[in-house]
């Protein structure tokens, strides 16, 4: 029924299983077929996934072309080319719970950094860029390539 994985007899089983037969048996009557079944990734899904990506390459490096000409043309005219800032950064906490002072344990809180080694992505906006001036010492924040968030939440998101 399930191509690509194998179903065992209940006589073959670890007794846990064995024990919960019953429950589990009667679960899988009560499942509909549709969505017992893995879904299995599509020939036409993977080409529309792969569009997708060579799309979001190609616009990213029209931005680093872009980039890279707004700062020529800004020298050759002799001005300054100001970078955009960075919009996302990674928060880590470093220092764990002792001698931390109660507004800095509220912002760290906030930025759901409760356990020492947590990590978390910020958007950069003026609060938010406070409250890391406040916390620097307890965790610093590190703005990330731009390929690395990106991945980290496409991953966090499947």
Known sequence: EFPGYQLWPLSQSPRSFS????PLSAFALSVPPALSRPRPLTKASRQVALRRAEAYVAEYRRQERMEVALRREAKATG????????????????????GVPPQTKKILQL??????????????????????????????????PQDRPRARLQARSR
Do not use: C, D, W
């Not at 024990?19 to 019953?22: K, R």
């Not at 996302?88 to 002792?98: T, W």
């Not at 406040?134 to 924040?141: A, I, N």
């Open 19 to 22: 024990s919960s037969a019953v």
């Open 79 to 98: 001005n300054f080319y100001v970078p955009a800032e960075a919009k996302v950064a990674f928060v880590i906490r470093i220092r764990g719970i002792n």
């Open 111 to 144: 930025l759901r950094l409760r356990q020492i080694h947590n990590g978390v992505f910020v958007r950069l906006n003026k609060a938010t860029i406070e409250m890391l001036r406040l916390v620097t010492p307890t965790s610093p924040g590190v703005t990330p």
